[in-house]
C-alpha cells in the first residue's frame, strides 16, 4: 500500500485570516451608538466593544478577541442572538 504523501504531494499549509465575534450570552443584539461603533472596514484590537448584548435591561459588552479589520456585521440589530452566535467577521491580524 502505498503512503498518503505518496499519492497525494507534499501538504500544503493555508492560513485563515476570518474570525468571528460570537455573542457572550443570550439577549437582544445592540449596536454601540455610531460616534463609539467600530464600522466595517475599522481596526479593532483584542478587548475593543463592538456592541451589547440586552439580557432583560443587563448590557453585556460584546468585545473582540481578535485583532483585524471589521469586514460586517452578521446580526440584526434589535433581534435575539444566542450564546455562541456569530455577530461580527473580522479579518487579518
Known sequence: MQDLDEVVGTSETVAINERVVV????GRFRPLPPET????????EPG???????LNGAMIPVASPHRGWVMGMLAVPGQPVREG?????????
Not at 452566535?85 to 491580524?93: D, R, S, Y
Request: glycine share 14%; net charge negative.
Open 23 to 26: 455573542a457572550p450570552s443570550p
Open 85 to 93: 452566535e456569530a455577530l461580527f467577521w473580522i479579518w487579518g491580524g
Open 37 to 44: 461603533f467600530t464600522t466595517e472596514g475599522e481596526w479593532v
Open 48 to 54: 475593543g466593544v463592538l456592541a451589547q448584548i440586552d
